[in-house]
């Protein structure tokens, strides 16, 4: 068995970080051939091998390809063709774009469910409240889990198949879980979860049981489980799911290439996204700058991430103008998805950020909550996590202070999971009963700092009598 890769600390010496920024603007897409490659030194390595980070550095690795050689006017129109087809493989919002994540050699080694094939929905409410022209939101609690996580899972779980593994592991906030639950038992594949202990919500851990995952509350947070993961799993076999593992990131590239093509190929002034380990937002990076590089983009949208202030490591970072370095935080926040101090991915997202001209901000629980009800008002719906996007449109659109949006941008914000994946928050929020100190979505352990429930609809409750019914309709509707 290869000796465990040993992970460098975050420390950096001058030429290095002169190296890493210059590496985030001069950032080549393409390869050879098919690899894995550092995104710091660019050594390559088999695009089989079970590794997840860099042997000569230490840095994450990305997949990489030789261009692809069809004509994209041509790309476009079988993209498109495809989801007319009865296949499921084709019917597939990842696998419809399978020339731009070619990592597999032959079509039955796909696992699908099929996933992605999300809505892009106008917002308008959402939109007054940011005080934008127009806000679209795109839209990936539709997946077959309830989040974007899906777009990752099956090609990580392909690559796992591939590779042939027997068991697939993560450590979660309660979405991956659910999701490489759900994918592994489609491929036969025995899947480990690792939770923090009471820091995730009942819905995304009675996923993982339903799916039959070895589901584990480990007695520590979200970066304690990760480290833990990643010191055992190389010994015993494990592949590792998480976003360190770059085939995920393949496959939630599809979620630019599916917007875009949504847009008429007409690429918004802005993509907003959570950020918590910070895969998705660089797998989004590196999604644009393949498309980019294939006359497919008609600008770069500038990729905006969002952390809760609470758990901003990397917004810290950037405002303090020291984005070569990133320091872990004792990570706090309701929206326990992105509840995460020490991401492992922030250098590909830091990439996409430079890449892109885009930005990082943070928004704290009042923004979260508030944005939370507005995109229910919409009758849209979301998660706490995802909400933090259009908690930080109104913030720069209203207050600039770091960044300003203007309101005649075409903003696109990213809603990463469904409104039923935390239904407790949602009602202590409408029954103004969320408290910041309230720690975890399954246990009350405090019940300090109340947050205000600006926008509450809360339920009534009303004698089983029929003018009861009336006047509570009289009393509240005018209809
Ligand atoms: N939104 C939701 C709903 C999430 O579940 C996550 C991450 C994010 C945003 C942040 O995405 O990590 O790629 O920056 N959830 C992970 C999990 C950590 O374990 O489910 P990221």
Request: with cysteine.
């Amino acid at each position: 068995m290869a000796a465990a890769p040993t992970f460098p600390t975050d420390s950096t010496n001058q030429d290095s970080i002169a190296r890493d920024n210059a590496s985030d603007y001069n950032w080549h897409p393409w390869s050879t051939r098919r690899a894995l490659r550092c995104i710091s030194c660019q050594n390559t390595y088999p695009l089989r091998a079970v590794i997840y980070r860099c042997s000569e550095c230490g840095e994450l690795l990305d997949v990489v390809y030789p261009r692809p050689r069809v004509d994209p006017e041509r790309l476009k129109r079988r993209w498109l063709r495809r989801r007319a087809s009865t296949n499921p493989i084709d019917l597939s919002g990842v696998w419809r774009f399978r020339e731009l994540l070619p990592f597999y050699d032959s079509l039955d080694q796909i696992v699908t469910y099929p996933e992605g094939n999300t809505p892009l929905l106008d917002a308008p409410r959402s939109a007054a409240y940011a005080g934008v022209r127009r806000l679209r939101v795109k839209h990936l609690g539709f997946n077959p889990t309830g989040s974007f996580k899906d777009y990752g899972m099956v090609a990580g779980v392909t690559q796992a198949r591939i590779l042939g593994m027997r068991a697939v592991a993560c450590a979660s906030t309660g979405n991956t879980s659910a999701s490489m639950a759900a994918y592994a038992a489609r491929a036969g594949l025995a899947s480990i979860v690792l939770v923090p202990e009471g820091g995730v919500s009942f819905a995304k851990l009675a996923q993982s049981l339903d799916y039959g995952a070895l589901t584990l509350q480990v007695r520590g947070d979200f970066d304690v489980a990760q480290a833990l993961l990643q010191q055992i799993a190389p010994d015993l076999g494990i592949y590792i799911l998480n976003s360190i593992n770059p085939f995920r990131l393949e496959g939630q590239k599809s979620v630019m290439i599916e917007l875009l093509e949504q847009c008429g190929w007409k690429a918004p002034d802005r993509i907003v996204v959570p950020g918590g380990n910070l895969g998705n937002s660089g797998s989004y990076g590196k999604a644009l700058r393949e498309l980019n590089d294939l006359g497919l983009l008609t600008k770069r949208p500038r990729i905006t991430i969002v952390q809760a202030h609470g758990a901003a490591p990397l917004y810290d970072a950037f405002s303090s103008g020291h984005s070569e370095s990133l320091v872990r935080v004792h990570a706090r926040t309701l929206a326990t998805a992105i509840k995460i101090g020490s991401p492992v991915s922030w250098k590909k997202a830091r990439r996409a950020v430079h890449w892109s001209d885009g930005w990082v901000t943070s928004v704290d629980e009042q923004d979260i909550a508030d944005a939370k009800a507005i995109i229910g008002s919409d009758g849209i719906g979301c998660e706490p996590a995802s909400a933090t996007t259009l908690g930080a449109v109104r913030r720069l659109a209203q207050e600039g202070t770091d960044e300003r949006i203007d309101p005649d941008e075409d903003v696109v914000a990213i809603l990463t999971g469904n409104v039923l994946k935390d239904p407790d928050y949602t009602l202590r929020y409408h029954s103004s009963e969320l408290y910041e100190e309230f720690r975890t979505e399954s246990v009350i352990t405090g019940k300090a700092n109340p947050l205000k429930s600006n926008f509450a609809n809360p339920p009534v409750v009303i004698d089983a009598t029929a003018e009861a019914l009336i006047a509570a309709i009289k009393d509240r509707l005018s209809i």
